[in-house]
């Protein structure tokens, strides 16, 4: 096998016929847009592409800071070249290659759990997607005449959207091109909302599509707002389509709770019971994230209350990837961690302190907030002692990390 870079001209053909055979070819043009969002590496198997692997530049909120993260954004095997590790190992490699240009942590959407595990990559927080009748919603408040959008204003909304209310764990996808590329996707896309920016530039809307114009579901794909107000008048909006559309499917945002906004929740769930436009909701954890630089990362994190030093024991699955020249080889290891106001990570054992024993896969988790150190030392590959386990559930005391934006 042989890893580099893609070329257009050269191996055009071939991704193509990848990305049909796993699903993924909507539109040509489309493929060929996502293609140059990021860094884009194949693998070659007897002369040939076999495997792609697409990593792009991203910003990681963690509280107050914006950390430079690597997004993968795109893995994708032929049917021939299955269960031969191709995948795995240009993935570990694109990783190497964007640890070392200086992203700290990397985040990915997951077709299952249990590949990107191997990779270091540890489950996110859940989801709730909700399915809505309109007219349930009960947001009072007046909305003004919305602007239309479309495909053709991406470079502004993708701007808007980087700007968009900052949250503990936001992830902006930096390339426009992304944003373009997800606009031409899907049925019937579409743009609502407000220029209220400087110069008259988006300030808050909502990117949807829609499986039936007529009657729905419409999809929000994605809601930019910065401020209350803003958020109240978008839901106002959204409100206004009860007369003609049955039914709305959205993610819940970050800080926000949709069953305080729905009338009688439970009594529309139970007469659209098995219907076509049933009301419901449901949570799944999609998204999965790893640590790719643990001093950097840590010299990043503010946690209030007082200091805690301990010894780290960590494993990292990348490592068994990649080969002996890699820029990077994970960061499994030994260290001494404190975490505090200010938070740090230097190499080295320390036999007087407690000591934790985890996967990166566990440790990214509990630093991003994803789950307690008490719970993931019942279910994941996090140990210590008891009264650590219990400091470290009172240090990392995080909100839900949401990075509001699928790849």
Not at 109 to 116: C, E
Not at 213 to 224: F, H, N, T
Request: overall charge negative.
């Amino acid at each position: 096998m042989h890893f580099r870079e893609y070329h257009p001209e050269a191996d055009r053909a071939a991704v193509h016929r990848i990305w049909h055979e796993v699903g993924w070819m909507e539109k040509e043009e489309i493929t060929d847009l996502v293609l140059t969002a990021g860094q884009t590496w194949v693998a070659d198997l007897e002369g040939q592409p076999e495997c792609v692997v697409q990593t792009t530049p991203a910003a990681l909120r963690y509280l107050e800071e914006e950390l430079p993260a690597s997004i993968v954004t795109a893995v994708a095997t032929s049917h021939v070249a299955r269960k031969r590790g191709l995948p795995k190992r240009l993935l570990a490699h694109r990783l190497a290659q964007d640890a070392a240009g200086g992203a700290v942590v990397s985040t990915v959407d997951v077709f299952d759990q249990g590949f990107y595990d191997r990779l270091g990559f540890g489950p996110g927080c859940y989801e709730i997607i909700f399915d809505l009748d309109p007219a349930a919603l009960t947001v009072a408040g007046h909305y003004r005449t919305p602007h239309r959008f479309t495909r053709d204003d991406w470079p502004a909304l993708h701007a808007a959207r980087l700007a968009r209310r900052p949250v503990h764990g936001r992830c902006n996808v930096l390339s426009p091109v992304h944003t373009r590329a997800q606009m031409m996707n899907g049925k019937n896309p579409f743009g609502l909302g407000y220029r209220d920016g400087p110069g008259d530039a988006p300030s808050h809307y909502c990117w949807l599509q829609a499986d039936d114009m007529e009657v729905g579901p419409y999809r929000i794909q994605w809601m930019v707002y910065q401020t209350m107000e803003q958020f109240r008048e978008l839901m106002a909006l959204l409100r206004s389509f009860e007369d003609q559309v049955c039914l709305i499917h959205v993610r819940e945002l970050p800080g926000i709770q949709f069953q305080d906004l729905l009338s009688r929740p439970f009594r529309q769930r139970a007469i659209t019971r098995r219907g076509s436009f049933e009301n419901t909701a449901y949570a799944v954890a999609y998204w999965q994230i790893r640590l790719l630089d643990l001093a950097g990362a840590l010299a990043r994190t503010h946690l209030p209350g007082p200091p805690l030093r301990f010894h780290l024991v960590l494993r990292d699955p990348v490592a068994d990837l990649l080969d002996q020249d890699a820029p990077w080889h994970g960061i499994g290891g030994e260290y001494i961690v404190e975490v505090g106001e200010e938070s740090r990570a230097r190499p080295g054992q320390d036999a007087s302190l407690p000591t934790l024993t985890a996967s990166v896969n566990a440790f990214s988790r509990l630093w991003f907030g994803v789950r307690p150190a008490s719970g993931l030392a019942y279910t994941d590959e996090l140990a210590g002692p008891p009264e650590l386990l219990r400091q470290l559930d009172e240090a990392f005391r995080l909100p839900a990390p949401k990075p509001d934006w699928d790849f």
